[in-house]
């Protein structure tokens, strides 16, 4: 039985990005299988949607009406069975080292850690694609923080981010030594206590602002 964690994250990851309820499943699941196979042989900037649509049996027009993009398509492929965790079912002071070992253990999983590596590579040269990343991370940890009901979730969400996307630079995109070769668990265990300051900040602006200025 899924706990309910679980089914918030399938929920989510099911619903955005891309469009269609319940009886379009099936088809959804196609062009993603399809676009999964096109994007890891080609790239993300060779790969067509056209390809991508014969390849999975239907029309272009029906890929834009569920993804409106390629780059739509491209961020759910990256994140089809992305779980989101539930900070609200911790105790406040462990939440921090739950989100960072969330985020650590997808990126160190060999076929989720190679799609969200693509994402985020292709993103730092496609609008459209770093568009759709900032929609995905909202998702991952903007939206659980503010389950928490804490102020300010998108200002501490932002921070976070720049902490976990400099370590996925560095460790699996740069392969930054000695950054590269940790332990993951030394990797989380040196994280999370500033992902949990900034969950734990009563004035996360302020901090924020100091952070900047040291």
Same mark, same amino acid.
């Given at each position: 039985m899924e706990t309910t964690a679980q089914t918030k994250g399938s929920e989510a990851a099911q619903s955005?990005?891309?469009?269609?309820?319940?009886?379009?499943?099936?088809?959804?699941?196609?062009? *993603?299988? &399809?676009? #999964?196979?096109?994007? +890891?042989a080609q790239g993300y900037d060779r790969a067509t949607i056209r390809a991508i649509a014969a390849a999975?049996?239907?029309?272009?027009?029906?890929?834009m009406r569920y993804f409106e993009s390629k780059a739509g398509l491209f961020a759910a492929v990256a994140t089809a069975d992305a779980p989101?965790?539930?900070?609200?079912? *911790?105790? &406040?002071? #462990?939440?921090?080292? +739950?989100?960072?070992?969330?985020?650590?253990?997808?990126?160190?999983?060999p076929a989720t850690g190679d799609e969200l590596m693509l994402l985020l590579r292709t993103a730092v040269t496609s609008e459209d694609v770093?568009?759709?990343?900032?929609?995905?991370?909202?998702?991952?940890?903007?939206?659980?923080?503010?389950?928490?009901? &804490?102020?300010?979730?998108?200002?501490?969400g932002a921070l976070i981010q720049s902490q976990l996307l400099g370590t996925a630079l560095c460790r699996y995109v740069l392969r930054q030594e000695p950054l590269?070769?940790?332990?993951v668990e030394d990797v989380i265990a040196s994280i999370a206590p500033s992902v949990q300051r900034y969950l734990d900040a009563p004035d996360v602006k302020g901090s924020a602002?100091?952070?900047?200025?040291s």
């Open positions: 955005v990005p891309g469009h269609g309820g319940p009886r379009s499943a099936a088809t959804r699941q196609a062009i *993603l299988d &399809a676009a #999964r196979s096109a994007f +890891a999975a049996g239907v029309d272009a027009s029906m890929v989101v965790v539930d900070l609200t079912a *911790l105790p &406040a002071d #462990r939440r921090g080292e +739950a989100l960072v070992r969330h985020l650590v253990q997808r990126w160190e999983a770093a568009a759709q990343l900032q929609s995905v991370l909202a998702q991952l940890i903007v939206g659980p923080i503010a389950a928490t009901g &804490a102020e300010d979730a998108e200002v501490r590269a070769s940790l332990p602002a100091y952070s900047a200025a």
